[in-house]
């Protein structure tokens, strides 16, 4: 039981640079989500998606860009990374929203440098 | 637009003692979700508890219990017979679709 995969765990960036985070769920899950966690300032939302095809903007959005082209994976791409994105990121997944339990990734930490 | 405050960015509670959290949010919807996730350090996020803001009944779950003021906006977490383990960062969050979390707060147990 995999529940939400994130890939990589770890990485560093060069400033400039672009990457993408892999999330992945098995759950069937219609909502997808993509936190980061600075130290001292929670979790900030970046983008979310209720279902294939459909995704909209969270509170940082900035700098990042998501696609949801099938139920099970939402990639979150950096292009031209900038130390600002260093971060934690977290993927998460639930059936209704929050209404229903939302599932967490266990993190990518990234460094730009 | 939404918000979401927790004004004490660390607590600590003596081991079996009662501890409660604080949060304050506001929000423009009319029926919303109300969460407390708890982030060990392992980082991994788990929730604790939750309350759908049309129940004006506060939820339980085992030691962990709620205060819902809905007029006040309040939804302060009470954490009862505290254990060791319940050393975390906790985070307080609220929304329908989008969800938002507080900055959180640290809860350190004493032995």
């Known amino acids: 039981n995999a529940g939400v995969t994130q890939t990589p765990k770890f990485r560093i960036l060069k400033i400039g640079q672009s990457m993408t985070l892999q999330c992945a769920q098995d759950m069937n899950h219609n909502y997808m989500y993509w936190y980061r966690q600075d130290p001292g300032m929670g979790l900030k939302l970046i983008y979310y998606s209720v279902g294939a095809g459909i995704t909209d903007k969270g509170e940082v959005p900035n700098g990042y860009n998501v696609s949801r082209s099938t139920t099970e994976d939402f990639p979150l791409r950096l292009e031209l990374a900038a130390p600002s994105q260093t971060s934690v990121y977290f993927c998460a997944s639930s059936t209704q929203g929050f209404m229903a339990e939302a599932f967490f990734g266990q993190g990518t930490r990234l460094t730009v440098v | ?111």
């Open chain 2, 1 to 111: 637009a939404q918000t979401v405050t927790q004004s004490q960015p660390e607590m600590s509670v003596q081991e079996a003692e009662t501890v409660t959290l604080s949060c304050t949010y506001d929000t423009s919807e009319s029926d919303y979700y109300l969460f407390w996730y708890k982030q060990p350090p392992s980082r991994q996020m788990i929730l604790v508890i939750r309350q759908e803001a049309y129940k004006q009944q506060n939820a339980t779950e085992n030691r962990f219990s709620v205060n819902f003021q809905k007029a006040a906006k309040s939804f302060s977490l009470k954490i009862s017979d505290s254990q060791l383990g319940d050393a975390a960062m906790y985070f307080c969050g609220s929304g329908t679709y989008k969800y938002i979390f507080g900055t959180g707060t640290r809860l350190k147990v004493l032995a």
